[in-house]
């Protein structure tokens, strides 16, 4: 038997039924990488419904009980809260940047199927390894057995907490970050999920046909149908330019053959009767004036008849 040469295969070829168990949630994982979602509020709402849950079961058979948990499940100050969803937005942001900048090469080229976890995409703040390596060492997966004699790893949703060993809403950020991070890790998202290339936008978003291979950078929907709209107005704008050019240069040209009485009617202004000839492009006389030279130039050309002196 030919030896195992990384930890990762030793794993895989020891426990060959071990799974891991659990889901991502990529609606709220999209909503606090793109800051539409906070889980500072998120939390706060999870700990009113366990308060209220507590309330209705006051009775005089569970009383203890149902004290216990009112003064259990109390707020923090709404400052703790905010700080709480800034932190897992900032620091998810940090380390999914990394994983995903781990899939390009010195030249730009992007390969997402080769992201990977090795140092030299990060710094020492913000190395994801680092990070889930030492969330892992004190908050130990439950490992559940199947009937079908599987063995799957699972993380809980959410710290558990007790009256005297109280966790804020800043620790808790800080584990709800590791898990998130852990299911991002363990789902096909790690693979899809990108960023958006316009530097103004940096929008977050799945790719729905992913490719091997980019060569050139990606953009989200929002910024494609506007680059697309851009692209369309410039070709239009640049379509009635030429063809304002194209009947101001005909209408030069035209000018030294125009007859007395017809040149009477201008009052001998050159440029008056050219903007008559592209009025219809809603031109006005500055814009004759200030493309003088380039009317001269394409009437020049070999579209046109040369202008007689």
Same mark, same amino acid.
């Given at each position: 038997?030919?030896?195992?040469?990384?930890?990762?295969?030793?794993?895989?070829?020891?426990?060959?039924?071990?799974?891991?168990?659990?889901?991502?949630?990529?609606?709220?994982?999209?909503?606090?990488?793109?800051?539409?979602?906070?889980?500072?509020?998120?939390?706060?709402?999870?700990?009113?419904?366990? /308060?209220?849950? &507590?309330?209705?079961?006051?009775?005089? #058979? =569970?009383?203890?009980? $149902?004290?216990?948990? !009112?003064?259990?499940? @109390?707020?923090?100050?709404?400052?703790?809260?905010?700080?709480?969803?800034?932190?897992?937005?900032?620091?998810?942001?940090?380390?999914?940047?990394?994983?995903?900048?781990?899939?390009?090469?010195?030249?730009?080229?992007?390969?997402?199927?080769?992201?990977?976890?090795?140092?030299?995409?990060?710094?020492?703040?913000?190395?994801?390894?680092?990070?889930?390596?030492?969330?892992?060492?004190?908050?130990?997966?439950?490992?559940?057995?199947?009937?079908?004699?599987?063995?799957?790893?699972?993380?809980?949703?959410?710290?558990?907490?007790? /009256?005297?060993? &109280?966790?804020?809403?800043?620790?808790? #950020? =800080?584990?709800?970050? $590791?898990?998130?991070? !852990?299911?991002?890790? @363990?789902?096909?998202?790690?693979?899809?999920?990108?960023?958006?290339?316009?530097?103004?936008?940096?929008?977050?978003?799945?790719?729905?046909?992913?490719?091997?291979?980019?060569?050139?950078?990606?953009?989200?929907?929002?910024?494609?149908?506007?680059?697309?709209?851009?692209?369309?107005?410039?070709?239009?704008?640049?379509?009635?330019?030429?063809?304002?050019?194209?009947?101001?240069?005909?209408?030069?040209?035209?000018?030294?053959?125009?007859?007395?009485?017809?040149?009477?009617?201008?009052?001998?202004?050159?440029?008056?009767?050219?903007?008559?000839?592209?009025?219809?492009?809603?031109?006005?006389?500055?814009?004759?004036?200030?493309?003088?030279?380039?009317?001269?130039?394409?009437?020049?050309?070999?579209?046109?008849?040369?202008?007689?002196?």
């Amino acid at each position: 038997m030919s030896n195992v040469k990384t930890s990762q295969t030793q794993q895989q070829f020891i426990y060959p039924d071990m799974k891991f168990m659990g889901w991502l949630d990529t609606s709220q994982f999209l909503g606090y990488l793109n800051g539409t979602r906070n889980y500072g509020q998120d939390l706060k709402l999870w700990i009113r419904g366990n /308060r209220m849950m &507590a309330l209705e079961n006051t009775n005089p #058979a =569970n009383a203890t009980w $149902a004290s216990m948990a !009112i003064e259990h499940f @109390q707020f923090a100050a709404d400052g703790d809260y905010a700080e709480a969803g800034n932190c897992v937005k900032t620091r998810l942001r940090m380390y999914v940047d990394q994983w995903l900048a781990s899939g390009f090469d010195a030249n730009g080229l992007e390969e997402p199927q080769k992201r990977h976890l090795l140092p030299e995409h990060s710094t020492p703040n913000s190395d994801l390894t680092t990070f889930l390596n030492r969330w892992l060492s004190t908050h130990h997966p439950q490992a559940t057995v199947f009937a079908t004699g599987e063995i799957r790893q699972q993380y809980s949703r959410r710290t558990e907490v007790t /009256r005297d060993n &109280a966790v804020s809403p800043i620790q808790d #950020a =800080n584990d709800e970050l $590791a898990r998130e991070l !852990i299911y991002y890790l @363990q789902s096909p998202l790690k693979w899809t999920l990108t960023r958006c290339a316009n530097a103004k936008c940096g929008h977050y978003y799945v790719r729905r046909r992913p490719r091997a291979l980019y060569k050139s950078p990606t953009y989200c929907s929002a910024c494609r149908r506007s680059a697309t709209a851009r692209l369309a107005m410039d070709r239009k704008r640049a379509g009635e330019r030429h063809a304002s050019l194209d009947a101001a240069a005909i209408a030069f040209n035209r000018w030294p053959t125009l007859s007395d009485s017809t040149r009477r009617r201008y009052r001998s202004d050159e440029r008056a009767y050219i903007t008559q000839a592209v009025r219809r492009f809603g031109i006005s006389r500055t814009w004759v004036s200030r493309n003088l030279s380039e009317i001269e130039r394409v009437a020049g050309g070999s579209n046109h008849a040369t202008r007689k002196s």
